[in-house]
């Protein structure tokens, strides 16, 4: 499979075709969800596929399945799970399918550990694009430094299109930070800038294991650069 490539075309869709997919590809689904390596060693998180009839939320699109991630209280909880569900998204872009990440999409039956969803299925719509299409920050606006991966981190989807990570190039490593809120009323309705940040580095990692490079990801380092106004540490690409 090929994740990489993914990273380049894929365009989130709203208009998914409402034929359920077949229970054998769904266990394909879920055969790479259990094969996927987390971001931090340890990190835990549950996840549901459900249809339609199963969820709530505001402006859900209509699509056969959507995917409900789940996790208790843990080190960079939201960014882990960003980062380990970008991971089923770029592969089901692989695999001809499409999503919607959606921040609003709960399951009926409450779950006080719910993390975030999104709508999935084949499409009914253009779900690839050309590079130009991507409306996306000049890496200038999100880097200091270069770094061949930053790019891949760059076309990450993420709420409301803003983007809220930065990364500083040190040398080899690549120190990472996000926005914790957006600010004034759209910072108090959405709450999932650290999933954001977590599905950039996802995007990172896809690109250095396409470039031949390790990624190992450290939360614990001390004397990093100060972070930009508004932005806080999450951890250091070694």
């Given at each position: 499979?090929?994740?990489?490539?993914q990273i380049?075309?894929?365009?989130?869709?709203?208009?998914?075709?409402?034929?359920?997919?077949?229970s054998e590809t769904i266990?394909?689904?879920?055969?790479?969800?259990?094969?996927?390596?987390?971001?931090?060693?340890?990190?835990?998180?549950?996840?549901?596929?459900?249809?339609?009839?199963?969820?709530?939320?505001?402006?859900?699109?209509?699509?056969?399945?959507?995917?409900?991630?789940?996790?208790?209280?843990?080190?960079?909880?939201?960014?882990?799970?960003?980062?380990?569900?970008?991971?089923?998204?770029?592969?089901?872009?692989?695999?001809?399918?499409?999503?919607?990440?959606?921040?609003?999409?709960?399951?009926?039956?409450?779950?006080?550990?719910?993390?975030?969803?999104?709508?999935?299925?084949?499409?009914?719509?253009?779900?690839?694009?050309?590079?130009?299409?991507?409306?996306?920050?000049?890496?200038?606006?999100?880097?200091?430094?270069?770094?061949?991966?930053?790019?891949?981190?760059?076309?990450?989807?993420?709420?409301?299109?803003?983007?809220?990570?930065?990364?500083?190039?040190?040398?080899?490593?690549?120190?990472?930070?996000?926005?914790?809120?957006?600010?004034?009323?759209?910072?108090?309705?959405?709450?999932?800038?650290?999933?954001?940040?977590?599905?950039?580095?996802?995007?990172?990692?896809?690109?250095?294991?396409?470039?031949?490079?390790?990624?190992?990801?450290?939360?614990?380092?001390?004397?990093?650069?100060?972070?930009?106004?508004?932005?806080?540490?999450?951890?250091?690409?070694?």
């Open positions: 499979m090929n994740l990489y490539d380049f075309t894929r365009k989130s869709v709203r208009k998914f075709d409402m034929t359920s997919l077949d266990q394909q689904i879920e055969t790479f969800i259990a094969g996927i390596t987390p971001l931090l060693p340890g990190a835990n998180f549950t996840h549901k596929i459900v249809g339609a009839e199963e969820v709530k939320g505001l402006a859900l699109p209509k699509a056969p399945h959507f995917l409900l991630i789940s996790g208790i209280d843990q080190p960079l909880r939201h960014v882990c799970a960003g980062f380990h569900f970008q991971h089923v998204e770029l592969y089901l872009y692989s695999i001809g399918l499409a999503t919607r990440w959606l921040g609003s999409v709960k399951g009926k039956q409450k779950d006080p550990n719910h993390i975030i969803g999104f709508a999935f299925g084949k499409p009914a719509e253009t779900a690839t694009r050309e590079l130009s299409e991507f409306a996306r920050k000049p890496i200038t606006e999100i880097a200091k430094g270069e770094d061949s991966r930053l790019e891949a981190a760059r076309l990450a989807p993420s709420g409301l299109n803003k983007q809220p990570w930065y990364f500083i190039v040190d040398g080899n490593e690549v120190h990472v930070y996000y926005q914790e809120s957006l600010g004034g009323l759209i910072g108090m309705m959405y709450k999932h800038t650290g999933v954001d940040a977590g599905i950039a580095l996802c995007h990172m990692a896809v690109a250095g294991e396409h470039e031949g490079k390790l990624f190992k990801f450290n939360a614990e380092r001390k004397n990093t650069p100060a972070p930009p106004k508004g932005f806080a540490y999450i951890g250091t690409v070694e």
